[in-house]
């Protein structure tokens, strides 16, 4: 079978343009098609989901902020800062049942008994004590006087020696035909009676202060006599 072409060389070259440029054509709407949909598509992302998601976490927000602004959570968050603060009220606070053992050491046993104490008083904001007693004579007094003078300590805080007890007066010392009276001020060390402070140990000069004597019982503690004030 023979066929012959009947078209010119002109001709061909143009059907052939045609179609290539139909071909570019058809490619260029479909480019042009699929950059439109991904243009659709980042604009919905943009402004509709990207909202959608703004707003839920403004609402979270809102949502947190009103639950931190609740009376309940002030309330937990007040008692969660009294918690805290415990530990410090506890090691700030004295400790008042220390007294009994320094008089013991302050004023050790003797026979016959020759120095009572009739009361205590302390003042643990003022760092101060009031004592009032009896003693076998005015030189007995004297003597507690000076070894509160000369009394020292030493603690975990504070491990060098230092003076105990400072400003001692003797108000008064009154001599009877039983015994003198006595009533002793003085200043204190804070931490004489700090909690926070451990292994607090007095230094008395010219005293000893075996534990074999601090355990044991004395009748250092005595009423005072009537009309005493």
């Known amino acids: 079978m023979i066929q012959l072409n009947l078209l010119p060389d002109v001709k061909i070259e143009f059907i052939k343009t ?17 950059a439109l949909l991904v243009f659709v598509l980042l604009l919905l992302t943009t ?21 931190l602004q609740s009376p309940d959570l002030n309330k937990i968050v007040t008692i969660q800062n009294q918690l805290g603060a415990i530990n410090g ?7 008042p049942s220390r007294v009994y053992s320094f008089l013991n050491q302050l004023i050790p046993p003797s026979q016959p008994v020759d120095l009572t104490v009739g009361e205590v ?12 007693g009896q003693a076998s004579s005015l030189e007995r007094v004297n003597e507690l006087v000076d070894t509160l003078k000369f009394t020292k300590f030493k603690t975990s805080i504070t491990p060098e020696e230092t003076v105990a007890f400072n400003s001692i007066v003797l108000r008064q010392a009154n001599l009877s035909e039983v015994g003198a009276t006595y009533s002793i ?17 007095l230094i ?22 009537e009309g005493v004030e």
Do not use: C, Q
């Open 47 to 67: 402004t509709v989901w990207k909202g959608r998601t703004i707003d839920g976490l403004e609402k979270d927000l809102n949502s947190g902020i009103a639950e």
């Open 89 to 95: 009220l506890h090691e700030s606070k004295s400790a």
């Open 121 to 132: 008083s302390i003042d643990f904001e003022e760092a101060t004590i009031s004592m009032r």
């Open 18 to 34: 045609r179609r290539l440029r139909r071909l570019i054509t058809l490619v260029s709407i479909l480019v042009t098609g699929v």
């Open 185 to 201: 001020g003085l200043i204190y060390e804070p931490e004489l009676f700090l909690t926070a402070a451990e292994n607090v140990e």
């Open 204 to 225: 008395i000069p010219n005293i000893v202060t075996t534990r074999s004597e601090l355990e044991r019982p004395s009748p250092i503690f005595e009423a005072l006599p």
